[in-house]
């Protein structure tokens, strides 16, 4: 399978987004730039809007990467950006099974794709947007990704296709 040079990796909290980045980055020697480590700052502050679309704009200007992670609020601006989307499309329970792993192998701990400063957590609000997910920012993003003429498009649905897309995958 064919993919672009310039790959958005969106889906739910706990689907793998990050680790599929890094993967993709790795076989395809294409750089990787993990959106919550650039938009979050010491002691989960965020960073302000202004400052966020301007750092994308900066971020996403380059001739090659993968960027993952959800902001809705500016998915827009990267699609206009990307030339393949990957929507990790996984069920509520998978990505719910993915955070509590990911909390647990990472107690005390920064992730690598997070901004230093800003340990593992799991909060109430997290959990209700993850569960949320499906029926509230899913149809928005199908929606918004529907209506994207110049990029392909990747669904992929369990961890299987994932492994299975990632042995397939080669950039065009």
Request: charged residues 25%.
């Amino acid at each position: 399978m064919s993919i672009g040079n310039k790959i958005l990796i969106i889906g739910p909290g706990g689907s793998g987004k990050s680790t599929l980045a890094r993967q993709l980055g790795e076989k395809h020697d294409l750089p990787v730039i993990h959106l919550d480590k650039e938009f979050w700052n010491a002691g989960w502050v965020q960073t302000p809007k202004e400052e966020w679309h301007d750092k994308q704009k900066m971020l996403l200007s380059g001739p090659c990467w993968i960027a993952d992670g959800n902001f809705g609020g500016s998915l827009e601006l990267r699609l206009e950006r990307a030339d393949t989307v990957i929507f990790l499309d996984f069920s509520r329970f998978a990505s719910m099974r993915g955070v509590i792993k990911r909390r647990f192998s990472n107690i005390g701990k920064t992730r690598p794709c997070m901004a230093d400063g800003c340990p593992e957590k799991l909060d109430f609000a997290f959990l209700k947007w993850l569960w949320q997910f499906p029926s509230k920012s899913r149809p928005q993003i199908l929606e918004i990704i529907s209506n994207c003429r110049d990029v392909d498009v990747i669904v992929l649905r369990n961890r299987k296709e994932v492994r299975r897309f990632l042995v397939a995958t080669h950039i065009s």
